[in-house]
């Protein structure tokens, strides 16, 4: 079966606008780009967007390429103390001139609506209340979405980064999935991946995982974005894994609509 990720967010996004109808104050989101960034430009586009849609306020922040840390931290530090303000979202990637740790660590934790400051990160490691990752935050409700417990599952996560495998990995431990993460070292692959009662990958590699690969039946968690002359492709084989998973994500229209619904969650549960 394939996981409709767009009609799961739009169910999601759908509540958020009842419940921001009836909120006193109204939820507001800043939105930084730094330079000219093509994809950037269309996700703050498609976040603005959405945001308008749901009535809540956002501000968009365009700076220039040639903008110093400085200027960008200037701002996240303004943005910090604006009360209208609930959540800042800093687009990445910045310019190579500037340090994206610096920037992070720079907004305030309580507006860290991605949930990549260290504080929030920390949280999640000692499952505290904090603010959760919108990509690894949308995966879990992906899998929850099939209707199959995680608790006691072999999951197995492809890719490591502080953005998505990392975390991931966490909120499955969390759930009680008994959870192996593989990397760009690991060798082979295919050990760890055929093992997966729930295979989530992340890498950025059109192609990775074939179907011999996964698990009968397996969920399929695909969250790679790649921009291939057929177009926009994960790092699954989709055609071929979808006939052996017992549930897959497509890309488009899986992680990416649901990436944006849990950060518009997590701006509102700012209020
Ligand atoms: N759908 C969405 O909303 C969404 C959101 C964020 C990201 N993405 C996409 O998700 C993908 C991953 O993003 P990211 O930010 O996590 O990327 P990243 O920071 O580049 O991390 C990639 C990870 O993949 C691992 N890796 C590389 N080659 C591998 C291989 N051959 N076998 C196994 N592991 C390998 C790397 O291992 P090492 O640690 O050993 O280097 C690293 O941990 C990208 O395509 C990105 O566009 C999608």
Redesign the pocket.
């Known amino acids: 079966m394939i996981i409709d990720g767009t009609a799961i967010a739009e169910k999601i996004t759908e509540d958020l606008k009842k419940q921001i109808s009836e909120l006193k104050t109204k939820p507001g989101l800043a939105g930084i780009i730094v330079g000219d960034d093509p994809g950037s430009k269309i996700y703050i586009n498609i976040k603005e967007k959405k945001c308008k849609e749901l009535g809540i306020y956002f501000e968009k922040h365009e700076l220039a390429a040639d903008s110093t840390e400085e200027n960008v931290i200037e701002l996240i530090q303004k943005l910090n103390t604006k009360k209208e303000i609930h959540g800042i979202l800093v687009q990445i990637p910045l310019p190579e001139h500037i340090n994206k740790e610096n920037v992070i660590n720079t907004i305030a934790t309580e507006k860290d609506v991605d949930g990549l400051h260290p504080v929030n990160m920390g949280k999640l490691v000692r499952q505290e209340k904090g603010i959760v990752p919108?990509?690894p935050k949308?995966c879990i409700k992906l899998i929850e979405s099939t209707g199959i417990k995680i608790s006691g599952k072999n999951a197995v996560v492809?890719?490591?980064?502080?953005?998505?495998?990392r975390p991931v990995a966490i909120l499955l431990q969390h759930a009680n999935a008994t959870v192996t993460v593989?990397?760009?070292?690991?060798q082979p692959?295919i050990d760890y991946t055929k093992q997966a009662d729930i295979l989530v990958v992340?890498?950025?590699?059109p192609g990775?995982i074939t179907a011999d690969m996964v698990k009968e039946d397996a969920i399929v968690i695909d969250?790679?974005?790649?921009r291939t002359e057929n177009g926009l492709v994960?790092?699954v084989d989709f055609e071929n894994v979808k006939k052996k998973a017992g549930f897959i994500t497509p890309?488009p229209g899986?992680?990416?609509p649901?990436?944006?619904a849990m950060l518009l969650e997590n701006v509102v549960e700012r209020i």
């Open positions: 919108c990509t949308g492809v890719g490591r980064s502080n953005l998505v495998g593989c990397h760009s070292k690991t692959l992340a890498v950025g590699k990775l969250v790679g974005i790649n994960g790092d890309v899986g992680v990416g649901m990436t944006v």
